[in-house]
């Protein structure tokens, strides 16, 4: 019955604010500095300064920016927070009244401990034994004290001293009950389908077994089992603890529920949770694979980590390609490239030191982890470290010594390379790989690849 006109919001005044420009120009630093390299969070910014100038648009861009820059694939490298499960439908579980196993206690395994304790689930943390269980223990209580620290004031920290709450043992047999194990083992297949094997025939029937592998294949990990349905990938990023991402893999025969079960977990950490398929290195690590190449490259031709990761970060990443490996340890990588036979004891003789099938391969990852080079965990990576787990990353003359080295071994003719060379080069490489892979179907839209 009332009139249209009084109501239409694009007639309503905006009230002013004492100081808009000032207030506007404020919030865009803000913006700018929590999400570096972000676009969609600035333009919503300026979007919204638009509505001060002409207030008849304030409708249109509260309703429609957010739905345009959620388009912007590729170019808003943010990670977005929607979680997307096709084709399934969610089971409700609730994750609080579950216990949980997490084997193996290293890197991953202390980040995933300390995300399982903080939502509140009952975990069991198995070791293979005393002297790894106790480590990893202190690692895990002392992360655990910290995310209690920077808990609220009035928040309930969770109850990591109640054993009950919070196991750590070396005894296989306590697996019986579980309802869910996350492996997080060395990265080695004979080793996960050894682990598998035992986990099929000693874990009660309706038991979820997740594997934590970065890029090795779910369907023959689950090969190992009797129950291949029940077997799915939970790949956690490092650290386990503050990463959001969680990539769900399924294998050819894993069930729906079990997606769904996979789904609901990442639910419960607070992550976003996103489905794809069985392939070497998933999405994530198949994507960061050409990524890291590059940057390894760009040290052969002449550039440094440091101005490699400067690049990378002044342009929005985080973390550029060399912090990020010592950080995730560059043993992991050399694990998994011995197993692939391109180094170590099963590369063929006669094989030149900078090829593999026929492309270009760097060694230099490799080089160093023969140096006892592991990054943060040993205190000296790409980086030098305070001390072995030391986090503060300085340049380190060792290591620039070395690279010239390596270039006069091989011959390598140095060269100025700039900062438009390197994003290009490392940023192309991730885009290529993120359009294979859509091509391939492993992820079904390109805001999983996102
Ligand atoms: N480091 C990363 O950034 C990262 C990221 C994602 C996934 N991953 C994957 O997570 C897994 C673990 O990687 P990580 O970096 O934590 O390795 P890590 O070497 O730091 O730790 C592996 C742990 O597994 C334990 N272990 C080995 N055999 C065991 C057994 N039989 N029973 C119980 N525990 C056993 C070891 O004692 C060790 O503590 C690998 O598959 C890796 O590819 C690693």
Partial sequence: GAPLGPRRISRRP????????????????????RARGCLAPELCVQASEFTFLFPSLQYLFSVCAPIFFQRLPLFNLGIQRKCYCQEIN??????????????????????????????????????????????????????????????????????????????????????????????????????????????????????????????????EIASATSRPQQVIGTHFFSPAHVMRLLEIIYGRHTSPTAIATAMQLAKALDKVGVVVGNCFGFVGNRMMFPYVQQAVFLLEEGSTPEAVDRVLEDFGFKIGPFRMSDLAGLDVGWRSRQEQGLTGPALPAGTPARQRHGQRYCPLPDLLCEHGRFGQKSGQGWYQYEKAGGRTATPDPWLHKFLSQYRDTHGIKTRRIDQEEILERCLFALINEGFAILAEGIASGPEHVD
């Fill in 90 to 219: 969610f089971l409700f579980i609730a994750f609080d009244s579950i216990s949980l196993l997490s084997l193996g206690l290293g890197t991953m395994g202390r980040g995933i401990v300390t995300s399982l304790v903080k939502a509140n689930i009952r975990v069991v943390a198995l070791e293979q034994n005393l002297e790894y269980l106790n480590t990893g223990k202190k690692a895990v209580m002392l992360l655990l004290e910290r995310e209690a620290m920077k808990m609220q004031k009035g928040a309930q920290a969770p109850d990591f001293h109640n054993p009950a709450r919070l196991q750590f043992t070396v005894d296989f047999d306590l697996l019986r009950d579980v309802d869910l194990v996350i492996e997080a083992v060395f990265e080695n297949m004979a080793l996960k389908k050894e682990i598998f094997h035992k986990l099929s025939r000693v874990c009660k029937p309706g038991a979820l077994l997740c594997t934590n592998t970065s890029a090795l294949n779910i369907d």
């Fill in 14 to 33: 905006v009230p002013a604010l004492p100081d808009t420009e000032a207030f506007l120009a404020a919030a865009l630093q803000r913006v700018r500095r």
